[in-house]
């Protein structure tokens, strides 16, 4: 399966685990964790769970999102981005994800018609980290 690359917070005591051979697990500490899904084909490097439903999405270096649902298993949508993925997150409402890349930018999407909203760009490091204030007004981003 590989080592453990990411782990992002679910629902309850729910982990996600992004993992180098490019698998994500779910499960907890005391129920342990089981391979749910193989979809990319380069490095995933990004996972984020959706606050206001059973999804999440996963980024990688294949370029690649996929928003999976957690409740059948399956590829709700996937849309290339064009370029490696490194970090990930949904807002706070669960309708807009936010794709940071390997060279500097950062993509916003809408979850439900895919439409790309932006593509923004602060310098040529990667953009490790992305998080939205809890009321969504504010985007953080780490390089």
Known sequence: LGSIRIISQGRGSQLLIGTTKNSILTGNFELNFQEIMVGHT???WALA???SSPQFISAGHDRM???WDTLSHSVVWSN???EQAQ???FSP???IIVVGTVQGKWVVLDINTREV???HQDGQEPVHALKFSPD???LALGS
Do not use: M, Q, R
Request: hydrophobic share 35%; net charge negative; charged share 15%.
């Open 42 to 44: 380069g490095e995933v």
């Open 65 to 67: 999102i996929h928003l």
């Open 117 to 119: 909203y932006g593509v």
């Open 49 to 51: 769970t959706n606050p």
């Open 80 to 82: 290339d981005v064009g």
């Open 93 to 95: 409402d669960g309708e």
């Open 87 to 89: 970090s990930a997150a």
């Open 136 to 138: 969504g007004s504010l």
